[in-house]
Nanobody
C-alpha cells in the first residue's frame, strides 16, 4: 500500500512552535517534490512549502518565510516542517503531498493534520 502519513499537529499558543512530519510507506521520496499545503476554514488550500527530495531545493510561501523550515531525512524517508513564531492565521489543516507540489489530485496526499494557534 502506498501511503503518506502526516503527524505533529496540535494546539499551541501564538509565538510557539510545532514540527510536522510526513512519512511515506510503500514508496520512497527520491524522485518527488514533497510539499506541505494548508487549508484554513472557509479558505482555499494553498502551498506553504516544498522541497525537492533529491536536490534539496526549497520553496516557501511569503506568509511563512523566516518562520517555517522544511527539511528532509533521507534515512527515514520523511520530510519535516518546523514551524516557529506561530500566528493565529497559521491555523489550518496541513497536508503533505508527494509529486510536483502543484496540488494535483494525481499526487500522493496524506490525511491532514490540524494545527490550531490560539491568540
Amino acid at each position: 500500500d502506498v501511503q503518506l502519513q502526516a503527524s505533529g499537529g496540535g494546539l499551541v499558543q501564538a509565538g510557539g512552535s510545532l514540527r510536522l512530519s510526513c512519512a511515506a510507506s510503500g514508496f520512497t521520496f527520491d524522485d518527488y517534490a514533497i510539499g506541505w499545503f494548508r487549508q484554513a476554514p472557509g479558505k482555499e488550500r494553498v502551498l506553504v512549502s516544498c522541497i525537492g527530495f533529491s536536490d534539496g531545493h526549497t520553496y516557501y510561501a511569503n506568509s511563512v518565510k523566516g518562520r517555517f523550515t522544511i527539511s528532509s531525512d533521507n534515512a527515514k524517508n520523511t520530510v519535516n516542517l518546523h514551524m516557529n513564531i506561530l500566528k493565529p492565521e497559521d491555523t489550518a489543516v496541513y497536508y503533505c503531498t508527494a509529486g510536483a507540489c502543484s496540488g494535483s489530485p494525481s499526487d500522493y496526499w496524506g490525511q491532514g493534520t490540524l494545527v490550531t494557534v490560539s491568540s
